[in-house]
Nanobody, 126 residues
Framework: VQLQASGGGLVQPGGCLRL?????????????TAWFRQVSGQEREFVAG????????FYANSVKGRFTISRDSAQNTVHLQMNSLKPEDTAVYYC????????????????????WGPGTQVTVSS
């Protein structure tokens, strides 16, 4: 399975970006996909996750109400719509996936994901 993320870039505070993660080699149909982010020198942190079997979505408290994770089954793609961006959202964003349907207590842990994309930089700055 290969994951390819796109859509990062530079945006002003209050702006928006949409990240996309396309998978090849396997469909997401029973999987869990998620976005994590990492700032240099810090641990990778969970941002949002989606369980494909029931379309259940999970968010970090820091992005709840601003970010939306969604899926496109036909394109085997996951999107992360990021609105009202803040400077503290600046990070490298990674998409991840596992063929397992993770439960709520598992979905926020990066160790539970088997596949990772190469990351895309998001910079929020004026």
């Amino acid at each position: 399975v290969q994951l390819q993320a796109s859509g990062g870039g530079l945006v002003q505070p209050g702006g928006c970006l949409r990240l996309s993660c396309a998978a090849s080699g396997r469909t997401f149909s029973r999987s869990t996909t998620a976005w994590f982010r990492q700032v240099s020198g810090q641990e990778r942190e969970f941002v949002a996750g989606l369980r494909w079997s029931d379309n259940n979505k999970f968010y970090a408290n820091s992005v709840k109400g601003r970010f939306t994770i969604s899926r496109d089954s036909a394109q085997n793609t996951v999107h992360l719509q990021m609105n009202s961006l803040k400077p503290e959202d600046t990070a490298v964003y990674y998409c991840s996936a596992t063929p397992r349907g993770l439960i709520a207590s598992e979905i926020r842990r990066d160790a539970n994901y088997d596949y990772w994309g190469p990351g895309t930089q998001v910079t929020v700055s004026s």
